[in-house]
T-cell receptor, first 115, second 112 residues
């Protein structure tokens, strides 16, 4: 079956603009995660959904970042008033098992560049 | 808090050489430990895992043993191939947690 799909694969925007990044998880996976990966770094946790609700959003860096998953499947990460420091690859992953020890399936990421 | 430290890269080897990528961790309790791999142009994928002390995870010729006494989970392979060229990430999650904590990654290049 299809893996985790993320769109767009690349997004270039100007400082101050609003951006939406979309994640389509593996069908049937109830858990969905967003991570951010800066150049030369490992992925950094942002938020985790179990079904429609955000079970842990403690990794969101500030209130410019917000994510939704209204029907328990597709999720959108929203970034307001983008800053150059937001430039990174945003990774989405899904899993059929929570908590821990379950395998996470990652998408290829959305590369965001803020000019 | 939880953290993972990987050996600095990049690592360049010749085909059939022995590989070790060091990984040590800091965590409360008894975390589960993972190695993820990212091949060029692809998403991160699970390579192997171990969920308790002295467990050995293995896959595709790679192995790692969960060593609680040294808080380590070093990745090894006896004979690397060109197709093993990728970035390798060590990671952990708490037994009751939901998030993975990753190391910085180690770039491996295998030359023919």
């Amino acid at each position: 079956g299809a893996g985790v799909s993320q769109t767009p694969s690349n997004k270039v925007t100007e400082k101050g603009k609003y951006v939406e990044l979309r994640c389509d998880p593996i069908s049937g996976h109830t858990a969905l995660y967003w991570y951010r990966q800066s150049l030369g770094q490992g992925p950094e946790f942002l938020i985790y959904f179990q079904g429609t609700g955000a079970a842990d959003d403690s990794g969101l860096p500030n209130d410019r970042f917000f994510a939704v998953r209204p029907e328990g499947s597709v999720s959108t990460l929203k970034i307001q008033r983008t800053e150059r420091g937001d430039s990174a690859v945003y990774l989405c992953a899904s899993s059929s098992q929570v908590p821990s020890a379950g395998e996470l399936f990652f998408g290829e990421g959305s590369r965001l560049t803020v000019l | 808090g939880n953290s993972v430290t990987q050996m600095e890269g990049p690592v360049t080897l010749s085909e059939e050489a022995f590989l070790t990528i060091n990984c040590t961790y800091t965590a409360t309790g008894y975390p589960s430990l993972f190695w993820y791999v990212q091949y060029p142009g692809e998403g991160l994928q699970l390579l192997l895992k171990a969920t308790k002390a002295d467990d050995k995870g293995s896959n595709k010729g790679f192995e790692a043993t969960y060593r609680k006494e040294t808080t380590s989970f070093h990745l090894e392979k006896g004979s690397v191939q060109v197709s093993d060229s990728a970035v390798y990430f060590c990671a952990l999650t708490k037994t009751s947690g939901s998030r993975l904590t990753f190391g910085e990654g180690t770039q491996l290049t295998v030359n023919p």
